[in-house]
């Protein structure tokens, strides 16, 4: 079993639509918590970047983490074209710095 | 705030050659930067990690003769593919750990390297 599974996907969905993309892990000693998004032939940008179960918001983005379950999840409301990239969650254990990722979900959001 | 660079953005080499990479961070210092590697339709793999100032630690499984990484400085780390063949091809990433006032890491927007 890897550390972190990710849905690949590929995930198409219609303006506006809410997005939900997960993640789920293995390690319990993992503590810290990031979304990336990265466009076609870029390098990662940091989105939501969290450290405790519960709920984080950041303008259309939510980010959800359950260490309980092992699950996160990453919302986006009210999608738009140009939401349109791969999403990469990623962890790492409480201080250290190694992050692992997850496989990455491309998403289309469609006009 | 937050920029990351790398240089060139992408490098076409012969085989037995050898490629350096760039990765600067532009506004921040940055003690720790991170080295990845990604394939098509693949996750970044950590290859490396490289402190200013001391030896980069490699990941198990990344030949540290053949991926040679310098920290120079706190805003520059180089990494060189040394007598590169047509399997080192691929999209290399680095990342830089912002010192203060948090240490999320920042990416820089990669080098696609093609060994022919």
């Known amino acids: 079993q890897k550390e972190v599974e990710q849905d690949p996907g590929p995930l198409s969905v219609p303006e506006g639509a809410i997005v939900s993309l997960n993640c789920t892990y293995s390690n319990s000693a993992f503590q810290y918590f990031m979304w990336y998004r990265q466009y076609s032939r870029k390098g990662p940008e940091l989105l939501m970047y969290t450290y405790s179960s519960g709920n984080k918001e950041d303008g259309r983005f939510t980010a959800q983490v359950d260490k309980s379950s092992k699950y996160i999840s990453l919302f986006i409301r009210d999608s738009q074209p140009s939401d349109s990239a791969t999403y990469l969650c990623a962890m790492s254990e409480g201080g250290s710095e190694k992050l692992v990722f997850g496989k990455g979900t491309k998403l289309t959001v469609n006009p | 705030g937050a920029v990351v660079s790398q240089h060139p953005s992408w490098v076409i080499c012969k085989s037995g050659t050898s490629v350096k990479i760039e990765c600067r961070s532009l506004d921040f210092q940055a003690t720790t930067m991170f080295w990845y590697r990604q394939f098509p339709k693949q996750s970044l793999m950590l290859m490396a990690t490289?402190?200013?100032?001391?030896?980069?630690?490699?990941e198990q499984g990344v030949e540290k003769d053949k991926f040679l990484i310098n920290h120079a400085s706190l805003t520059l780390s180089t990494l060189t593919v040394t007598s590169a063949h047509p399997e080192d091809s691929s999209f290399y990433i680095c990342?830089?750990?912002?010192?203060?006032?948090?240490?999320?890491?920042?990416f820089g927007p990669g080098t696609r390297l093609t060994v022919l």
């Open positions: 990342s830089a750990r912002r010192d203060r006032p948090s240490t999320e890491q920042f």
């Open positions: 490289s402190n200013e100032g001391s030896k980069a630690t490699y």
